[in-house]
């Protein structure tokens, strides 16, 4: 059963000296949780990666997955000390941004590892692929004398057999650099990353990294469970704001104005002190005809930033309250994008915005 939470604000923090900065994204995760059959929540994850990419019509993707399992076991087949398991999958993670022989070269000055052993580990991580890969490493007698290597391949076996009925094995690479350094991970892992043919004008995607990760993490509820309750859990996050920069490069080299991150089509704005209370009036009577309508949250707003934002969020019309309107009766409606002002008197207000509404629907501006 496909369980998706709420839109996630991640912070992660790092300590300079003497300074310390906080990077935030967003993320929309969907979560599996509970005890089922192997691989099956976790090839339905890799469908819905599949869906959500698709639907949203980024330009060329490609999934990649690997097992922790087939890590440790890969580590283990080289020569790697246990102790240094994490750590060195810690340098594997940053092959999708670093060439191979920088992370050798912090495996091997950085973290005291053999230079002949980063050597067999390189070997290993250049390899991705779907079942010829899987046949290659079974046949790898070094790698299969080790338990939790064979585990992980024949999870990763069922994993590619079941994205393929579930049609999305051409979307799918089993790829050995996949690493994901988060400890919690117990079992698959999962990375989505555009490719970045047809997505903007110039054939070139933004320089956004990854749009899509995670896995399985059967240990990490447990830990905060007091009755220490095994709950095993398969998830992945999609980067909201990493798609949505590139959906905003997209709609600006289509010649428009960028995403609408509100869906506001009045502003109800006023350029005049005490006049809080006629524009709560206002909002209540658009709001009870059905048009989506806001104000700013200050007593005596100036009327510039009323305009600025109005221009910024791409909300269509504003309604101007005034003294000297107030007195004939009526408000002035700017329009955002040509800026012109007319009067209207307050009994015509609401079929006047629902035709401008309706004009501006046709011509894409709401």
Known sequence: MRKF???????????????????????QDFDIAGEYDPMIPDAECVRIVYEILSQLDLGSFIIKVNHRNVLDGMFEACGVPPEKFRSICSSVDKLDKTEWEEVKKEMVE???????????????????????????????MGLTAVASARAGLEDMKLLLHYCELFGVLDKVSFDLSLARGLDYYTGVIYEAILTGDATMKDGEVPAVGSVAGGGRYDGLVGMFDPKGQHVPCVGVS???????????SRAKEAG??????????????????????????????????????????KRNP???????????????????????????????????????????????????????LAECQHSERV
């Open 238 to 248: 999609i980067g909201i704001e990493r798609v949505f920069s590139i959906l905003e």
């Open 302 to 356: 100036k009327l510039l930033n009323q305009f600025q934002y109005s221009e910024r969020e791409g909300v269509p019309l504003l309604v101007i309250v005034g003294e000297e309107e107030t007195v004939k009766g009526g408000v002035k409606i700017r329009d955002t994008h040509t800026r012109e002002e007319d009067f209207v008197e307050m009994a015509a207000l609401v079929p006047e915005l629902n035709k401008r």
């Open 256 to 297: 428009g104005k960028g995403i609408r991150t509100v869906e506001t089509q009045v502003m109800v704005a006023s350029g005049q002190k005490n006049l809080l209370e006629q524009r709560m009036k206002v909002c209540t009577l658009l709001w009870n005809a059905g048009i989506k309508t806001e104000m700013l949250y």
């Open 5 to 27: 939470t709420t839109p996630t604000n991640l912070t992660l923090r790092k300590n300079n000296p003497g300074n310390e900065w906080v990077d935030i994204f967003w993320c």
């Open 110 to 140: 950085g973290k005291g590892l053999e230079e002949a052993v980063a050597d067999k580990i390189g070997e290993y991580v250049k390899l991705s692929g779907h079942f010829e890969l899987l046949e290659k490493l079974m046949s790898d």
